[in-house]
């Protein structure tokens, strides 16, 4: 059974920078892609960031390029989200994500297994 179990998630002021962490358990953690997504109040869940089995291949939503970064320890099963110069508008539970291909992606449906998220708030 995969399992994932994000923490890193709290309240800060707007140009703060927070580290979220997933950690991964039940499979080869290195053989697939992680993600990350997250959900604001009344809104979609929607795309952040992910990044491939090896770490060689990044991607990112456009309203949080430059300013977070995605990578991964595959010796500790674990992915992180770096984000730096946070907005209010980046308040939302963010979710890690894994699912059953090596390749990044960044559609929801590519990811079969879900963490139970992590809430980040971002003061203004």
């Known amino acids: 059974q995969v399992q994932l179990v994000e923490s890193g998630g709290g309240l800060e002021q707007a140009g703060g920078s927070l580290r979220l962490s997933c950690l991964a358990s039940g499979r080869t953690f290195s053989s697939y892609a992680m993600a990350w997504f997250r959900q604001a109040p009344g809104k979609e869940r929607e795309f952040v960031s992910a990044?491939?089995?090896?770490?060689?291949?990044?991607y990112y939503a456009g309203s949080v390029k430059g300013r977070f970064t995605i990578s991964r320890d595959n010796a500790k099963n674990t992915v992180y989200l770096q984000m730096n110069n946070l907005k209010p508008d980046d308040t939302a539970v963010y979710y890690c994500?894994?699912?059953?291909?090596?390749?990044?992606?960044?559609?929801?449906?590519?990811?079969?297994?879900w963490g139970q998220g992590t809430q980040v708030t971002v003061s203004s």
């Open positions: 994500a894994t699912g059953g291909t090596a390749n990044a992606s960044d559609r929801e449906r590519s990811y079969d297994y």
């Open positions: 990044i491939n089995w090896s770490g060689s291949s990044r």
